[in-house]
């Protein structure tokens, strides 16, 4: 385990020591509900790939399949980041430029229809 990984691990022990008695036992059971359902997705994967192995080979299976899941799902929070990052900088500078720029009207907002008064 890298220093880094220390650090965070004792972090997380502190932050769940300071948790109250309730909030452990609904993680504690929503882990247990995560868990089953990565199971019984592991076992549907096998069946779907018409594996058919003894007990042994089968975990084996399940954690194999368990790894793969878990690359592909940084993986796919990676480039979700880095889309996200580049789909908002044009965001940030339109509002940087849009905000910047002193107005009469701090209400009014662009591409707005403003509202007519009667006469």
Do not use: H
Not at 27 to 39: D, N, S
Not at 85 to 99: H, I, Y
């Amino acid at each position: 385990m890298s220093p880094a990984d220390r650090q965070q691990f004792r972090s997380n022990i502190q932050r769940w020591q300071q948790l109250p008695q309730n909030e452990r036992r609904d993680l504690r059971a929503r882990e247990i509900t995560r868990q089953r359902q990565l199971q019984r997705e592991a076992e549907a994967a096998m069946r779907d790939a018409g594996v058919q192995v003894e007990a042994a080979r089968r975990a084996q299976f399940e954690q194999r399949y368990l790894q793969e899941r878990r690359r592909v799902e940084q993986e796919l929070r990676r480039e979700l980041q880095e889309k996200r990052q580049r789909e908002m900088a044009p965001v940030v500078e339109r509002l940087k430029k849009e905000f910047a720029q002193p107005s009469a009207a701090p209400s009014a907002r662009p591409n707005s229809p403003e509202k007519k008064k009667d006469d």
